[in-house]
Nanobody, 119 residues
Framework: QVQLEESGGGLVQTGGSLRLSCAAS????????MGWFRQAPGKEREFVAA????????SYAASVKGRFTISRDNAKNTAYLQMNSLIPEDTAVYYC????????????WGQGTQVPVSS
């Protein structure tokens, strides 16, 4: 099966930037898309961004559009989330996930990485 591991999280100040990485391992990786989700304390998990592996088509939540950029390195089986102009509302545990097939739920999840944004 596929294992996903996030890295790059850490404390950042308002207005700062951070890049998260998500490396896939465990088997020959194949998926339709990679996505980033986040969960703030006491809140439900929410969608942040996604990218397809083939064409690199992207989608973003309205709250992060224009500030976050998702990308992928197919050769490294790694997805990235570049986060700029961070605000305290971005504080959350960020999870990467893999979607094996279009229109299907994300079926592989990482352990999460903490991103506290100080004011």
């Amino acid at each position: 099966q596929v294992q996903l591991e996030e890295s790059g999280g850490g404390l950042v100040q308002t207005g700062g930037s951070l890049r998260l990485s998500c490396a896939a391992s465990g088997r020959t990786f194949s998926a339709y898309a990679m996505g980033w989700f986040r969960q703030a304390p006491g809140k439900e998990r929410e969608f942040v961004a996604a990218i397809t592996w083939t064409l690199g088509s992207t989608s973003y939540a309205a709250s992060v559009k224009g500030r976050f950029t998702i990308s992928r390195d197919n050769a490294k089986n790694t997805a990235y989330l570049q986060m700029n102009s961070l605000i305290p509302e971005d504080t959350a545990v960020y999870y990467c996930a893999a979607q094996s097939y279009v229109f299907r739920p994300y079926d592989y999840w990482g352990q999460g990485t903490q991103v506290p944004v100080s004011s």
